[in-house]
C-alpha cells in the first residue's frame, strides 16, 4: 500500500513562491513516473507538471517558466516549486504517482495508481 503526504501550501500574496512537497511511503519506487494536478471548484482537474522515471519533465503552457517539477529519488519524494505566483493559480493543488497513462501536455486523459489528498494554494 501507498500513501502520498503532501505538504507546503497556503496563502500568499501575488508574485510569491511556494513549495509544495509529496512524499511517498510504503511500497515506493527508487524512480517514479509523478505528477502534479490542481483543480478549482466546478472545473476539471488540470495537468501541471509531470516527471518520468528518466528524470524528463514536461509542463503545462499555464505554469512553464514559473513553476518547477524535481524528485528526490532517495526520499521517494516529489517537489513542485512554484513562482511568480498569480490570483489565478489559486486551486487545490494534487501529487500523483505510479503513471498507467503519464499526462502530457495539453491532455486531459491519464492515469496514475495513487493521489494524495490535496493541499489548497491561495494567491491573493
Known amino acids: 500500500h501507498v500513501q502520498l503526504v503532501e505538504s507546503g501550501g497556503g496563502s500568499v500574496q501575488t508574485g510569491g513562491s511556494l513549495r509544495l512537497s509529496c512524499a511517498a511511503s510504503g ?4 524512480k517514479w ?14 495537468g501541471l507538471a509531470t516527471i518520468d522515471s528518466r528524470g524528463i519533465t514536461a509542463y503545462a503552457d499555464s505554469v512553464k517558466g514559473r513553476f518547477t517539477i524535481s524528485q528526490d529519488n ?7 516549486q512554484m513562482n511568480d505566483l498569480k490570483p489565478e493559480d489559486t486551486a487545490m493543488y ?14 486531459s486523459s ?8 490535496g493541499t489548497q494554494v491561495t494567491v491573493s
Do not use: H, I, N
Not at 511500497?27 to 527508487?30: G, P
Not at 532517495?74 to 513542485?80: D, P
Not at 494534487?94 to 491532455?107: E, I, K, L, T, Y
Open 74 to 80: 532517495t526520499k521517494s519524494t516529489v517537489y513542485l
Open 27 to 30: 511500497r515506493t519506487y527508487s
Open 33 to 46: 513516473c509523478m505528477g502534479w494536478f490542481r483543480q478549482v471548484p466546478g472545473k476539471e482537474r488540470e
Open 110 to 117: 491519464y492515469e496514475y495508481s495513487y493521489w494524495d489528498q
Open 94 to 107: 494534487f501529487c500523483a504517482a505510479g503513471c498507467r497513462a503519464a499526462w502530457v501536455p495539453g491532455s
